[in-house]
């Protein structure tokens, strides 16, 4: 079964966390640097289009798959879940999994976002230049009354600047995650990957059919 509450967001609604001191460890950066620059607009892009009430709950799942296409490299990150699988898809399977992973993100995010308040506040604490293996920034996501929580961006270089390619909450990787839970999944139904694809889509239907009714 496909967990229905994702390690990343229960960890950013508010789950009470300790934070290691180690974690802040990397290099200051730059205030100018591009990466910097690149998180800063995409954080501050997620919290001010998307958090609150006020937002209907289409347009908000709109604005979200536009910031997540548009930053996130959907391929790399699809390739890296399926492991092994992924050179065993068919190119048909390939595209129908990327699909249903971003349906499954998007709508996750979206709805999760609907619950804030708008106190959340991010700021970049850290910066690691890998060279030729990418950058990490590290930053930190306060909310009143509860404990910061740690975020590692792991981006990549491209000709139009960078990509997210991994999200590390609390030490925890989103796409090792997903990679385990869906590994397990495949597994399950005899190494077949249909039998992840339909547990994906009857995923996006649970989400769809909650975004639909009215919350309390």
């Given at each position: 079964m496909i967990s229905r509450r994702p390690f990343l967001l229960a960890a950013l609604g508010g789950v009470s966390l300790l934070v290691s001191p180690l974690?802040?460890?990397?290099?200051?950066a730059p205030p100018a640097d591009p990466a910097v620059a690149f998180i800063n607009r995409l954080a501050d892009t997620a919290m001010q289009t998307m958090v609150g009430k006020g937002v209907p709950d289409q347009e908000r799942a709109s604005r979200f798959r536009t910031l997540f296409t548009t930053d996130v490299d959907l391929v790399e990150i699809g390739r890296r879940v399926l492991?092994?699988?992924?050179?065993t898809?068919?190119?048909?399977?390939?595209q129908d999994f990327l699909r249903l992973f971003e349906d499954i993100v998007v709508l996750t995010w979206s709805t999760r976002f609907k619950d804030y308040g708008g106190d959340l506040r991010h700021a970049v604490v850290g910066f690691v230049d890998d060279g030729d293996r990418g950058l990490t920034v590290t930053s930190r996501v306060e909310r009143d009354h509860q404990q910061p929580i740690m975020l590692q961006w792991r981006l990549k270089r491209t000709e139009g600047g960078f990509r997210v390619v991994d999200l590390i909450v609390e030490g925890s990787s989103m796409a090792v995650t997903y990679?385990?839970?869906?590994?397990?999944v495949i597994r399950a139904n005899g190494d077949r990957i249909d039998g992840l694809l339909n547990a994906l889509r009857s995923k996006v239907a649970d989400l769809q059919s909650g975004a639909a009714a009215p919350r309390n």
């Open positions: 974690r802040l460890a990397a290099a200051e492991g092994r699988y992924w050179r898809a068919s190119p048909e399977q390939q990679q385990s839970e869906y590994a397990s």
